[in-house]
């Protein structure tokens, strides 16, 4: 992998892609932790950066390094150790197309920190701690067009909030289970009245 990123970043500087040291540092930084930082020079906005850390390893100190890649266009910190408090090395990362977080330890509040994301076009939060109540945090996501709800704490009725998301074709709410026959109706008159907002959005189970 290290040599994977050595040849990448070759390449780059031969296109003329210009490191400034904080960036380099903190690639640097994050392979030695076991973190995949490959450059894409095949993206629109050339070049850009993907990152995948996840594992024991992957923890908010380690994540400190974060603010400095302000090329990042996918980050994929599944299985992470991030936290809430961790959540904000994510701010100014403007150019952050896509964010997966499957497994984290991450609650509503760590929301906050996507706010200002608004280039997100797909979002995974399955397997968090995510509710009802941390999903108006996302209103500002207007880009958002696939979000993976699968196995958190949110409910029917947080799809309220979703309303505002105008451009989400795929949301899953795969093991979003109601407790019985009488909620699992609720829950359908919920995705249907999403739907009815949203007519091009596809409900995944």
């Known amino acids: 992998m290290r040599r994977l990123l050595l040849a990448s970043l070759l390449a780059a500087s031969a296109l003329g892609y210009d490191r400034g040291p904080e960036e380099t540092k903190a690639i640097e930084a994050l392979t030695k932790a076991g973190a995949a930082v490959i450059i894409d020079d095949g993206d629109p906005d050339k070049p850009a950066l993907r990152m995948t850390f996840g594992g024991d390893r992957a923890t908010d100190a380690e994540l400190g390094a974060l603010p400095a890649l302000t ?9 992470s150790k991030i936290t809430d408090a961790g959540m904000v090395n994510l701010k100014g990362l403007f150019k952050l197309q896509k964010l997966y977080l499957h497994d984290a330890a991450i609650t509503d509040a760590g929301l906050a920190s996507l706010k200002e994301l608004d280039r997100l076009e797909v979002l995974d939060l ?14 500002d996501l207007q880009k958002l067009r696939l979000l993976d709800l699968s196995e958190t704490g949110v409910t029917a009725e947080g799809f309220e909030s979703l309303k505002k998301l105008a451009d989400l074709q795929e949301l899953h709410v795969r093991g979003l289970k109601p407790a019985d026959d009488k909620q699992a109706a609720a829950f359908e008159d919920k995705v249907l009245d999403l739907q009815k907002a949203l007519p091009q959005l596809k409900v995944v189970r």
Do not use: I, M, Y
């Open 126 to 139: 399955s397997k968090t701690k995510v509710t009802d109540a941390g999903l108006p945090r996302l209103a």
């Open 71 to 79: 090329r990042l266009r996918r980050l994929d910190l599944s299985g």
